[in-house]
């Protein structure tokens, strides 16, 4: 084996951590493979025969990458942030696939770090996701140490207050099919019981028109008797929703002729949906992968 072939192993062995730390910045799939793609290339041009921590090096690599582009998203910000969705991750529901993404990052805390200053971000996924040292972090944010630990400090209180589920996968699961079940009856009650009266739905529809839903309509709902009479206007597709870990936990992915055209994620508190996120963005659907 030549000594390209034993970087390319290498690089291998890193991909999945890559990948992982590359999402959690950015929060969107096709983003996080081209910089991981863009981190290959980095090393396949450099010289690292002096590099004790290869794992280290590239992590190192795959974040600066992010950041650049966390700091190029000028037309992003331009749109409302209140609205928008990041890219979910797609599982099947079964056993082994709960286990693997146990440590999955939920979407409702993506949608808090999108709110994250670019060094916020990378600040904290680096140390509380990843256990990065602030040495190691202020050398990408060229920042001090301690400047560099305000910025997590910073992060972390922002993100302390991310809704989060209770953990309970079983009970989880049973929310989310008697969800599908009542909007499938189209009947009010059920679904309202189903709701916490705080519920919050966020839906990014992003700027094309969904073919199959209706016009496409990005929006933010409060409440449980507005959140119903939303989901009872979309009963329709019930018969192509069905539920799959979304981020690691049950959610529902809506599938029309194999075509992903829809992603709910939910997060579920003492048997109550606290939070509802939808992805609904054609374009941005495209590349989302559909489990087998």
């Given at each position: 084996m030549d000594d390209h072939e034993q970087l390319a192993r290498q690089f291998?062995?890193?991909r999945a951590h890559l990948r992982a730390v590359a999402y959690r910045m950015l929060g969107s799939v096709a983003e996080a493979e081209d910089a991981v793609q863009e981190a290959w290339l980095r090393l396949s041009r450099s010289d690292v025969s002096d590099v004790g921590n290869l794992a280290g090096w590239l992590t190192t690599v795959v974040s600066r990458v992010c950041l650049d582009l966390l700091r190029s998203r000028k037309s992003r910000r331009e749109d409302s942030l209140d609205t928008f969705v990041p890219d979910p991750i797609i599982t099947e529901l079964g056993p082994e696939e709960e286990a693997v993404h146990a440590d999955a990052i939920g979407l409702a805390l993506l949608v808090v770090l999108e709110?994250?200053?670019p060094a916020e971000r990378l600040a904290f996924v680096l140390h509380d996701m990843f256990g990065v040292g602030f040495d190691?972090?202020?050398t990408i944010v060229d920042k001090s140490p301690a400047a560099t630990r305000q910025l997590a400090s910073r992060?972390?209180?922002r993100v302390q207050g991310a809704p989060a589920g209770d953990g309970d996968m079983t009970r989880q699961k049973k929310v989310v099919?008697?969800?599908?079940?009542?909007?499938r009856s189209g009947e009010f009650e059920p679904l309202l019981e189903l709701l916490d009266p705080d519920v919050l739905l966020r839906a990014d529809a992003g700027a094309a028109s969904a073919d199959f839903a209706g016009p496409a309509v990005s929006k933010l709902v409060r409440g449980a008797k507005a959140v119903v009479e939303q989901a009872l206007l979309f009963s329709r597709m019930a018969p192509y929703n069905r539920v799959a870990l979304v981020n690691g936990v049950p959610g529902v992915i809506t599938v029309v002729n194999d075509r992903l055209v829809g992603v709910m994620a939910v997060v579920v508190?003492?048997?109550?949906?606290t939070q509802i996120d939808i992805l609904a963005d054609l374009e941005r659907l495209e590349v989302i992968p559909l489990p087998a």
């Amino acid at each position: 084996m030549d000594d390209h072939e034993q970087l390319a192993r290498q690089f291998e062995q890193n991909r999945a951590h890559l990948r992982a730390v590359a999402y959690r910045m950015l929060g969107s799939v096709a983003e996080a493979e081209d910089a991981v793609q863009e981190a290959w290339l980095r090393l396949s041009r450099s010289d690292v025969s002096d590099v004790g921590n290869l794992a280290g090096w590239l992590t190192t690599v795959v974040s600066r990458v992010c950041l650049d582009l966390l700091r190029s998203r000028k037309s992003r910000r331009e749109d409302s942030l209140d609205t928008f969705v990041p890219d979910p991750i797609i599982t099947e529901l079964g056993p082994e696939e709960e286990a693997v993404h146990a440590d999955a990052i939920g979407l409702a805390l993506l949608v808090v770090l999108e709110t994250l200053s670019p060094a916020e971000r990378l600040a904290f996924v680096l140390h509380d996701m990843f256990g990065v040292g602030f040495d190691e972090i202020a050398t990408i944010v060229d920042k001090s140490p301690a400047a560099t630990r305000q910025l997590a400090s910073r992060a972390r209180r922002r993100v302390q207050g991310a809704p989060a589920g209770d953990g309970d996968m079983t009970r989880q699961k049973k929310v989310v099919e008697a969800f599908l079940a009542a909007s499938r009856s189209g009947e009010f009650e059920p679904l309202l019981e189903l709701l916490d009266p705080d519920v919050l739905l966020r839906a990014d529809a992003g700027a094309a028109s969904a073919d199959f839903a209706g016009p496409a309509v990005s929006k933010l709902v409060r409440g449980a008797k507005a959140v119903v009479e939303q989901a009872l206007l979309f009963s329709r597709m019930a018969p192509y929703n069905r539920v799959a870990l979304v981020n690691g936990v049950p959610g529902v992915i809506t599938v029309v002729n194999d075509r992903l055209v829809g992603v709910m994620a939910v997060v579920v508190n003492d048997g109550k949906i606290t939070q509802i996120d939808i992805l609904a963005d054609l374009e941005r659907l495209e590349v989302i992968p559909l489990p087998a």
